[in-house]
């Protein structure tokens, strides 16, 4: 590294000084800009970097085309687990065009919904590297070069949280079975990944066709939640935003990082900040309070999950118990939900949170019944808190402030009475008998 001349050469008056002189900056900036450069939607993170590193990862292990006779299958037991879930909740249906995705169909058609979940958490992550990096006092005859290099550093942050979101996206790939692993609405349609189906069964004394049903019984689930509580979309991703606004980076150690770091090297940067230690966030009060809001609300939808297709498979599906507790055995064991919420948003789901949420759900059925108990998703204001998955039973017995008669025509949904009225009364701000 060129030596700068007295104060400059020091890294504490010149934070830039690690990298050289300005001509060798400006010289291994165009070597990688490319590399560098935002992805056409502008936003904090390289999307396109971040889906060819997940489509990678996939491949990597084999992704082959779903074939005709794994489609046909799918949709079939999809359209069947549907049918039985009619019997045993009073939402509606919400698998509307049941399909079969590959693994890089899977990324492709939920990057959508990960980047609204995303770039809240990165664009923060993003502006603290580049704001702590560049605050730091300047020599006057840097101060014209600032600008254009906290654009790049902002780049960098962008790539390197790319690079996480690729590896956290392609490691989920292989695992997921359909569209809401996860726990929230990735996607308007209901789909299952034939050979996310292979990986769950692999080591199991159970029939493909039970097991293949009893998937499709969560999935099609999961969308009659995500199709038919219409405030739980935002309430979910309005908590990761929330998390977001107070995240920090750990910029010790990125600096550290950065120390030596040779600009005209590209593979030896990328494989510096595609390491996810950097961007474990710091937490704050107001993060917690995001996080257990989240945290309840995915456990709430996972419980209700799990009851509903419990009650959907009893007599017709013998191995549905085993399968429950494979179920809950991966989440318990830290299965691809837990860590892809612990890179990307610093979040893991506590196993015993959703055994308490399926017990108030199974407690709310006995005491209100189906539709009384499926109501409860008509406003956020009626939903259980964190301190009543503790302690259910004041829930459960204790008087519900509202009328579930006023609800009753929502939980069925929109065609119960063919009129249509019933779309507009699930949580509305103007109450719900805002169209009686």
Same mark, same amino acid.
């Given at each position: ?28 900036? &165009? ?39 794994? &489609? ?9 687990? +549907? ?161 977001? &606004? ?9 600096? !550290? ?20 230690? /950097? ?21 709430? *939808? ?42 990307? *948003? ?26 009384? &108990? +499926? ?23 204790? !008087? ?5 008669? /006023? ?22 701000? +103007? ?6």
């Amino acid at each position: 590294m060129t030596d700068l001349p007295g104060r400059e050469n020091d890294p504490n008056e010149n934070p830039f000084a690690m990298f050289g002189s300005p001509e060798q900056i400006a010289a291994a900036m &165009r070597q990688f800009a490319d590399m560098l450069s935002a992805s056409p939607d502008a936003g904090p993170v390289n999307w396109d970097m971040a889906k060819n590193i997940a489509r990678h990862v996939v491949a990597a292990e084999g992704d082959p085309s779903v074939m005709e006779g794994e &489609r046909r299958q799918i949709v079939d037991s999809l359209n069947l687990a +549907d049918l039985w879930l009619n019997e045993v909740t009073a939402l509606p249906s919400g698998v509307v065009n049941p399909q079969a995705w590959s693994r890089s169909e899977w990324i492709e058609k939920t990057v959508p919904v990960w980047k609204q979940l995303c770039d809240p958490v990165a664009a923060r992550m993003v502006e603290t590297m580049g704001g702590t990096l560049g605050a730091s006092g300047l020599p006057a005859e840097a101060q014209a070069m600032a600008g254009p290099l906290m654009g790049m550093l902002k780049q960098m942050g962008g790539m390197m949280v790319g690079q996480q979101i690729g590896q956290a996206l392609g490691t989920l790939a292989r695992e997921v079975v359909g569209s809401s692993d996860i726990g929230l609405p990735l996607s308007d349609t209901a789909a299952l990944l034939p050979g996310g189906i292979a990986s769950f069964s692999a080591g199991l004394e159970t029939p493909s066709e039970e097991i293949r049903l009893y998937l499709a019984l969560r999935e099609a689930a999961h969308h009659r939640l995500f199709q038919h509580v219409p405030w739980l979309r935002a309430h979910l991703l309005g908590a990761v935003e929330e998390y977001a &606004r107070g995240i920090t980076v750990d910029v010790s150690a990125l600096e !550290e990082k950065l120390q030596g770091l040779d600009l005209s090297n590209p593979e030896r940067i990328q494989e510096i900040l595609g390491g996810g230690e /950097l961007l474990k966030p710091e937490e704050t009060e107001r993060q917690k309070a995001a996080l257990v809001r989240l945290e309840t609300a995915l456990a709430l *939808v996972e419980g209700w999950v799990a009851t509903v297709v419990d009650a959907a498979a009893e007599g017709k599906l013998p191995s549905a118990a085993a399968l429950a507790e494979t179920v809950r055995r991966r989440r318990a064991t830290g299965g691809p939900a837990e860590r892809t919420f612990a890179t990307l *948003v610093g979040l893991e789901l506590r196993p015993r949170t959703l055994r308490e949420a399926a017990a108030l759900w199974r407690a709310l059925g006995d005491e209100r019944g189906v539709d009384g &108990r +499926d109501a409860v998703w008509g406003h956020p204001d009626l939903m259980p808190t964190a301190d009543d998955l503790d302690a259910p039973e004041s829930f459960v017995k204790g !008087e519900a402030a509202f009328d579930m008669s /006023l609800f009753e025509e929502d939980a069925k949904g929109p065609d119960a009475d063919g009129t249509g009225e019933g779309d507009g009364q699930s949580g509305g701000e +103007d109450g719900p008998d805002s169209s009686r």
